[in-house]
């Protein structure tokens, strides 16, 4: 087990004894996919205590943790969860952005990826989610994206229509490995798709993948740097030849 994993482990258990003896909430950072599966193989160790996962909204895939409940307590605390717009100042001269380039200039601030939750791109405007002590930061001080300058302000009320759009597409595979259904999804060779690999462009689970001959699980969500994303949904069908059809929903 790698040592981060092994501290954070040991994090969330303090966290879940500090609000079961004190009597009080208590709330991790953001949690990767990855890091959320750590936390579930807690699940043993945390009988009998509280917990509930909230990423700001429904469609967050990065979530926070807050250990305790309104029966324990004797009252009610909501996620300290601020929600971001950051939106050009004139958008006739913006630059193209990309989610990159707003979690880039957040982070070029200084701010740790774990304070920083998803990050939704709608029309050339970044939504992003972070801890409410460091979004009066943000908001005051991220003044510009790639050479755009920027205009950022904490929302009041989120905006309801987050949800990404999700593309089915069934593609043709020789096995379940990840370097084949990356080829077939982005319609790569073996060789292309392998120096993505070489290049640590591949994520799974928001960790990255060195190993092409991974096979990939129903529910793994595939970022491919320079491609895009995608969740993969299983096997529909065999082949005669052996090979075999599965579907994945891209992230458009």
């Known amino acids: 087990m790698l040592e981060s994993d092994t501290l954070l482990k040991k994090r969330l258990l303090e966290l879940a004894e500090t609000s079961r003896s004190r009597g009080i909430y208590t ?32 469609a967050c895939e990065r979530q926070m943790i807050r250990f305790g409940s309104e029966e324990e307590t004797g009252y009610d605390q909501p996620f300290p969860i601020c929600c971001v717009e950051i939106a050009p100042k004139n958008g006739k001269f913006s630059d ?114 060195e190993n092409p001959g991974h096979a990939l699980h129903v529910g793994d969500i595939v970022s491919v740097r320079g491609f895009g994303k995608f969740c993969y949904r299983g096997k529909e069908r065999e082949t005669k030849k052996g090979r075999s059809f599965v579907l994945v929903e891209r992230y458009a």
């Open 96 to 209: 193209a952005l990309t989610h990159r380039d707003f979690l880039g200039a957040a982070m070029h601030l200084g701010v740790r990826r774990e304070v920083l939750g998803d990050l939704f791109v709608r029309e050339n405007t970044g939504i992003l989610f972070s801890k409410d002590t460091v979004a009066p930061f943000l908001a005051e001080t991220l003044e510009t994206v790639r050479h755009t300058p920027v205009v950022c302000r904490i929302l009041e009320t989120c905006p309801e229509s987050l949800a990404p759009k999700l593309v089915p597409q069934a593609v043709n595979v020789p096995s379940e490995r990840a370097d084949a259904v990356i080829g077939a999804v982005y319609r790569l060779s073996r060789s292309e798709s392998a120096r993505l690999f070489a290049a640590e462009r591949v994520f799974v689970n928001s960790r990255t993948l």
């Open 27 to 58: 709330f991790s950072d953001f949690l990767s996919p990855a890091e959320q599966a750590l936390f579930d193989s807690l699940r043993r160790e945390l009988a009998g205590s509280a917990f509930s996962l909230f990423g700001g909204h429904p």
